[in-house]
């Protein structure tokens, strides 16, 4: 009987205890987030994660004192079910901040950068296991994902066979266009030239006029450089090219090298561009721009309309128009052309399996139609109205109010990073950019060979090493003397064997042999492949 009487107590005591524990854990399985009690589920938790991303050197977000208690981050935690602890990465020291990461292996949840897992910034993390590949979640709750990135991303953020990366794509690789004073050109009752013949006349109008710069120049040739593309002879990164049985560096074209730099040289001798052209930096570029002081210059091509605000507060009258790009000898011209992804989220490999599936749920709404109309114009009611399937939005005018559109817009990480075809016909100038996406960039643009990893040989040769847009030292500082007449321009053949003899005939062997072997060699559009 006492026997009984204690085993009896020993389960009622048992039976409490698993009570007390469900109670503290409220019910609610600790993996999944669902209530078990009396036979029914409840919705789940939110799914609480780390995110770190650059800042991307924007003001409306690096002022902010607690972005976690942004209205659009608390709006999009709502909307997907999750708790987001965002830690905001300086762009300057983006690369430098990641680095320390890995270093102490202090590595979020989630990190989003703009580096391809190929790349040297990743490439090392990848290898060590510091990501998860992703490809069965994506196919299991990533279809959005799936079906609405490009096939070129995703081959873009594979790695060994194997997805590292949600990538934020581009439906138009040619981001940089070329933007010209339109009151100006009325002015002088001349057209926009087509060519990079008709370049030096219309400079010279605009002298006449007063313009200050009429070519907008800009250090190491950022945002200055379509004459480059004119003739084919961008010195970047993403710029090699097959010559006979070799991968060398468009600048190797000396011919068209020598054109480029002979118009950067008119247009320094005759004033049409500023005497202290190599050291103009780019806040005293956009001083210079905003002020209606540069005729013409190259910008982001979303940028047209905040660019013409921005000139009309200096000249009332001031209007801009976004071109196409004078052409070269061979009836092309542009820019380089970006790859085919920009910003990308990489999963921490230590996540549970149920996390990373949340996750990628998370990403994967990003991609919806529900998702780009949050993003693209606030919450139904209070930043929009709907007739029917027409929305009416009025874009914000106070400097607080734009900022906070731009940190919705910062939050979208995974969209079509070209342009935003439902809201920017609404923006000032937006039926001209969205023109100008489906008609003038889509059809101009260099492209060249690229490494990814980078050439190792750049190590060595660090002189020689080009960015993705800038020239290498050793090259730029033979552009900027012979602008400035102190080389000769027709020595350029000299320079490329100045070149080749400082390291370049290693870098050429490497690329060579990386190119043959076809190991992390990217062929952009257009480039020639003989």
């Known amino acids: 009987m006492k026997k009984s009487m204690l085993s009896l107590l020993c389960v009622i005591l048992l039976a409490g205890l698993l009570a007390a524990c469900g109670d503290g854990n409220k019910g609610k399985n600790s993996e999944t ?14 799914t609480k994660f780390t995110m770190a991303k650059g800042t991307l050197a924007m003001k409306a977000i690096e002022s902010v004192e607690d972005l976690n208690k942004d209205k659009w981050v608390l709006e999009l935690e709502k909307r997907t079910n999750t708790d ?12 430098q901040k990641v680095s320390l990461m890995f270093a102490g292996g202090d590595v979020p949840d989630v990190l989003v950068g703009n580096t391809t897992p190929s790349s040297n910034a990743m490439k090392d993390a990848v290898d060590a296991g510091v990501f998860m590949p992703l490809d069965d979640i994506l196919k299991t709750h990533g279809q959005n994902l ?24 581009l439906s138009v690789q040619s981001r940089r266009a070329t933007f010209v004073r339109a009151d100006l050109l009325e002015k002088a009752g001349i057209e926009a030239p087509k060519t990079i013949d008709d370049l030096l006349p219309m400079l010279r109008e605009f002298k006449k006029l007063g313009v200050e710069q009429p070519f907008g120049f800009r250090e190491n040739f950022k945002y200055a450089d379509f004459i480059l593309g004119a003739y084919d002879v961008l010195p970047y990164s993403t710029m090699y090219e097959k010559q006979g049985d070799q991968i060398v560096p468009k600048f190797f074209d000396s011919e068209n090298m020598m054109k480029a730099l002979g118009v950067y040289k008119a247009m320094y001798d005759e004033g049409l561009m500023a005497k202290d052209f190599a050291t103009i ?44 790009s004078p052409t070269g000898p ?79 817009d910062w939050l979208w990480l995974i969209k079509d990073g070209a342009y935003n075809a439902e809201k920017l016909p609404m923006e000032p100038k ?101």
């Open 33 to 46: 987030g669902t209530d078990k009690g009396n036979g029914k589920e409840a919705a789940a938790a939110p």
């Open 84 to 95: 987001l602890n965002i830690t905001l990465i300086p762009h300057k020291d983006f690369g």
């Open 146 to 169: 799936l079906n609405s990135i490009p096939k070129e991303a995703w081959d873009s953020v594979t790695y060994e066979g194997k997805i590292y990366s949600i990538p934020q794509y």
């Open 281 to 324: 930096t780019g806040a005293m570029w956009t001083k210079g721009r905003d002020s209606g002081k540069i005729g013409i210059y190259n910008a982001n091509a979303n940028q047209l309309g905040i660019y013409e605000a921005e000139l009309k507060n200096a000249v009332p009258e001031g209007k801009l128009a976004m071109i196409a």
């Open 330 to 408: 061979d009836g092309k011209g542009g820019m380089m052309l970006y790859n085919s992804t920009l910003e990308q989220a990489y999963l921490n490999a230590k996540l549970s399996k149920e996390k990373a599936e949340a996750i990628v749920k998370f990403f994967d709404y990003m991609v919806t139609e529900e998702a780009a109309t949050f993003f693209s114009f606030g919450i139904e009611g209070e930043n929009y109205t709907k007739e029917g399937d027409k929305i009416n939005y009025k874009l914000p005018e106070s400097e607080e109010d734009r900022f906070s559109e731009q940190r919705r």
């Open 430 to 530: 937006g039926e001209e950019m969205l023109k100008s996406f489906e008609s003038i960039l889509p059809h101009e643009g260099r492209g060249g060979f690229s490494f990814a990893p980078e050439l190792k040989s750049y190590t060595q040769y660090p002189d020689l090493a080009p960015k993705f847009d800038e020239p290498s030292k050793f090259i730029l500082d033979h552009m900027i003397k012979m602008i400035y007449g102190k080389e000769n321009i027709s020595d350029w053949p000299k320079v490329i064997e100045e070149w080749k003899a400082n390291g370049g005939n290693d870098i050429i062997k490497e690329a060579t042999d990386r190119f043959n072997k076809k190991e992390g060699v990217e062929i952009g559009p257009g480039a020639n492949v003989q």
